[in-house]
């Protein structure tokens, strides 16, 4: 198990926690309840993500970076299997579950 990712915050962690999930890679949250101690702790822990898989920790690094550099805009896009159109926040095709390019 090695240490991936520091969040900002719980919902970042688990979007990258769903995110790499979707390829099929595991991995675990530490810390993510710890902001509800703010002020009772000397130091606030933001979550980290771990892989639980040795193999999977390059990959996972890797869609990190791609996830956080992004540019999903405000601008729709076209799914590239069906054709749909898809409001910008979201990753996944509501019509054929394709994943967004």
């Not at 790499?20 to 933001?46: K, M, T, W």
Request: hydrophobic share 40%; proline share 5%; charged share 30%.
């Amino acid at each position: 198990m090695k240490p991936l990712y520091q969040a900002r915050d719980r919902i970042e962690a688990q979007l990258l926690k769903d995110f790499l999930g979707g390829y099929h890679i595991r991995v675990l949250v530490q810390g993510e309840y710890l902001s509800g101690a703010a002020g009772e702790l000397p130091v606030i822990q933001f979550p980290q993500l771990w892989a639980l898989e040795d193999r999977d920790y390059d990959r996972a690094r890797e869609l990190i970076g791609l996830f956080l550099e992004r540019d999903t805009g405000d601008d729709p896009w076209q799914c590239q299997k069906c054709g749909e159109w898809i409001e910008p926040q979201f990753q996944i095709c509501w019509n054929c579950a394709t994943k967004r390019v």
